[in-house]
């Protein structure tokens, strides 16, 4: 793991929040707990106005998906959240539809 990324929830405070919160209502206490230590790896370049999804973990080479993957769809009140889960490690977060996520200032 890159330590040097850094983590979602110093970064994203109110996301980090919203999917660990999300995530236990679920039942997903596992994801939920992993929110803490996810890293901000990419955000998308999709070029669509309305996504602001960012990857927490490597792309492997090669494939998008494959043996162990599952997206988990979160039942937030606003847009679109959901999350792709290889392994039960989540690595990467589509947030699309939604107000302009409000990013934490760098050193606070």
Known sequence: MDRTRPLVRDVLPDLAGELTA????????????AVQALRLVDECDCGEG???????AEQPPGRASGPGHRTV???ADAGLLVLDVVDDRIVYVEVLDRPPMRRRPAGR
């Open 22 to 33: 999300l995530l236990l209502e679920e039942g997903e206490l596992r994801l939920a707990a």
């Open 50 to 56: 309305s996504c602001q999804s960012i990857r927490t």
């Open 73 to 75: 769809p979160l039942l």
